[in-house]
């Protein structure tokens, strides 16, 4: 079954970090991209990073810029994102999406259920 | 930054309405946009991409139009399920954006 799993919920308190995964399975994680979309509670969608799979580039949205580390592991097809000196302001489901290729381009073709983070002290 | 802005930001329709929702662009983009349709506490789905490409398994009652700066989907038939919350997002520049979504209500 083509799926994205994705680790569960987490509660931090400012100031510290997180690293929340996302397993693939059921297709070739290596000819895939993976990317990162958060959601504050009530809030639309919002961009955070994007790992290509032809060169290796990671991509981060400029606000999150120093704070957002995304990493792959080829070896058990998980895709991480670790976000750092955590805010209040970053409470939100964080979801994982998979990319598929669009010309030149990518887009996303299959989600994971998402990870809560709480950001409390 | 690429600006999407939807309209409306909500409608009430009824079952068996057809619904139309836009999004525009803050500069071109040619067809790489994407619409996703998000239910309460759940993940987005995927249903439109390239503009106009249904991705596998969305019913055909779904559509999109557009090209440059200015979309269009549309939900030919609206059924109990359809009410969500839509929404655009571009693929042509980072960093990638999304509208700020459309919720579809019950008249």
């Known amino acids: 079954q083509v799926q994205l799993v994705q680790s569960g919920a987490e509660v931090k308190n400012p100031g510290a970090s997180v690293k929340v995964s996302c397993k693939a399975s059921g297709y070739n994680f290596a000819s895939f991209g993976i990317s990162w979309v958060r959601q504050a509670p009530g809030q639309g969608l919002e961009w955070m990073a994007w790992?290509?799979?032809?060169?290796?580039?990671?991509n981060y949205a400029q606000k999150l810029q120093g704070r957002v580390t995304m990493t792959t592991d080829t070896s058990t097809s998980t895709a991480y994102m670790e976000l750092r000196s955590l805010r209040s302001d970053d409470t939100a489901v964080y979801y994982c999406?998979?990319?598929?290729?669009?010309?030149?381009?990518?887009?996303?073709?299959?989600w994971g259920r998402g990870t809560l983070v709480t950001v409390s002290s | 930054d690429i600006q999407m802005t939807q309209s409306p930001s909500s409608l009430s329709a009824s079952v068996g309405d057809r619904v139309t929702i836009t999004c525009r662009a803050s500069q071109g983009i040619s067809n790489y946009l994407a619409w996703f349709q998000q239910k309460p506490g759940t993940a987005p789905k995927s249903l439109i991409y390239?503009?106009?490409t249904l991705q596998s398994g969305v019913p055909s009652k779904f559509s999109g139009s557009g090209s440059g700066t200015d979309f269009t989907l549309t939900i030919s038939s609206l059924q109990p399920e359809d009410f969500a919350t839509y929404y655009c997002?571009?693929?042509?520049?980072?960093?990638?954006?999304f509208g700020q979504g459309t919720k579809v209500e019950i008249k």
């Open positions: 999406a998979r990319g598929r290729r669009h010309a030149i381009y990518w887009y996303f073709d299959l």
């Open positions: 390239a503009a106009s």
């Open positions: 790992h290509s799979p032809y060169n290796g580039d990671t």
């Open positions: 997002q571009q693929y042509h520049s980072y960093p990638w954006t």
